[in-house]
């Protein structure tokens, strides 16, 4: 099946820095990729819409200036959280679209957990 | 606009016997895609199974089966003779007619299953 790769698992850092996680469709071409994000015991909430070679399409309510989105090749998308502060806290989770899939279904990252100082 | 509603926070189920996890949704879309999903506590998500809204058979796939009624706009997943590898949280999700394919999540239900 199709497998989507994220990049680091855990992650800790230091308030005031920048963190970047990669998304990587390991065995097949992803034009759309998605980033999500979610809070202990709560739901995936959509942040952004990641097409390459564009811009990304983010969700209402979600800073773009914050969450850095690039899409630069069909198999690898990047989430920069920049100047991260202790609520930026999170699981973000990236998946991808495969168009083989006819169901539409998109396939997840293992997910990478961010915890700021 | 699109929304997905998981009523069951957390569920319990003897190990061997079915469970179903409900999810309704709302959209005026008419053509769109249910789809649920299982995340572990490693939290990685699991695709399981996907009912198209003009699918005419409900969907099934080994131990899980989606039971669409789609003039209740439900779709809930039947779990089989469950198996204590089930625990974990499950999620509804809906997919619209736009060309993002973007899918919109439900709130979850936690299933635990006992031995």
């Known amino acids: 099946g199709a497998v989507v790769s994220q990049h680091p698992s855990w992650v800790i850092c230091k308030s005031g820095t920048s963190v970047k996680i990669e998304c990587r469709s390991l065995?097949?071409?992803?034009?759309?990729m998605f980033w999500y994000r979610q809070f202990p015991k709560q739901s995936l909430m959509l942040m952004a819409t990641?097409?390459?070679?564009?811009?990304?399409?983010?969700e209402q309510g979600v800073e773009k200036d914050k969450f850095l989105i690039n899409h630069a090749s069909l198999t690898l998308s990047t989430l920069t959280v920049t100047s991260a502060h202790p609520e930026d806290s999170s699981f973000y989770i990236c998946?991808?679209?495969?168009?083989?899939?006819?169901?539409?279904?998109?396939?997840f990252g293992e997910g990478s957990r961010l915890t700021v100082l | 606009a699109q929304k997905i509603t998981q009523t069951q926070p957390g569920m319990f189920v003897q190990e061997k016997e079915a469970v179903t996890l409900d999810c309704t949704y709302d959209t005026s879309d008419p053509s769109y895609g249910l789809f649920w999903y299982k995340q572990p506590s490693s939290g990685e998500m699991i695709f399981l199974i996907y009912?198209?809204?003009?699918?005419?058979q409900n969907a099934t796939e080994g131990r899980y089966s989606l039971n669409f009624q789609k003039a209740r706009k439900s779709a809930n997943l039947v779990i089989s003779a469950s198996q204590l590898g089930d625990s974990a949280m499950y999620f509804c999700?809906?997919?619209?007619?736009?060309?993002?394919?973007?899918?919109?999540f439900g709130s979850g239900t936690r299933l635990l299953v006992r031995p």
């Open positions: 009912q198209g809204s003009y699918d005419q």
């Open positions: 990641s097409n390459e070679g564009s811009k990304a399409t983010y």
């Open positions: 999700a809906m997919r619209g007619v736009d060309s993002s394919y973007k899918l919109i």
């Open positions: 065995d097949f071409q992803a034009t759309t």
């Open positions: 998946s991808a679209r495969h168009l083989g899939a006819n169901t539409g279904e998109l396939f």
